[in-house]
């Protein structure tokens, strides 16, 4: 059993609310633009991460993470990338890649918007954690916390804050 917080487009912020919902949680994965380093470290300072760069990150960040994660985890295959679509709207990247693969579950950041979808044409779960940071459109900030186990997701919770800052 793993239990993975998830979450992306941090844009240079990650802070205690977030740190909080990701407490009990044995990986933090963050689908791209972190922003900057600090934001890694901060994760890093608290939980192992598995990452990879997006659109907006540097240098510093495309040193530390790699463009994409393709790993197994309790039985099942994830691919995770920052710029990556949907089911009958994936990046061309993201859709060769899924089809040479074939993941159980394909994550991916970029649009800021949260989906979690069933893509039965290709045969997985396609989940977009949101916009964990202030810098974009959105009107909260989201981000996802599971289970993995025996080869399914499990207790699939969002996490939503306002975009105040307090």
């Given at each position: ?44 300072a608290i939980k192992p991460i598995r990452g990879v760069y997006g659109n907006c990150d ?90 993995v186990e025996n080869g399914a997701l499990h ?12």
């Open positions: 059993m793993a239990l993975i917080g998830l979450l992306s487009d941090t844009h240079c912020h990650f802070d205690s609310k977030l740190a909080e919902f990701f407490k009990d949680r044995d990986e933090i994965w963050h689908a791209g633009d972190f922003g900057n380093r600090a934001v890694s470290d901060a994760i890093t540097g240098t510093d960040i495309r040193e530390l993470h790699p463009y994409l994660q393709l790993f197994n985890l309790e039985g099942m295959k994830f691919l995770m990338m920052h710029i990556g679509g949907y089911p009958g709207r994936y990046d061309y990247r993201a859709l060769q890649l899924i089809t040479a693969h074939k993941p159980d579950v394909f994550i991916c950041g970029h649009s800021h918007i949260l989906k979690i979808v069933n893509d039965k044409v290709n045969n997985l779960i396609c989940i977009n954690p949101g916009a964990a940071g202030y810098q974009g459109f959105q009107t909260v900030r989201t981000a996802l916390r599971f289970k207790n699939m919770e969002v996490g939503e804050w306002s975009m105040t800052r307090v």
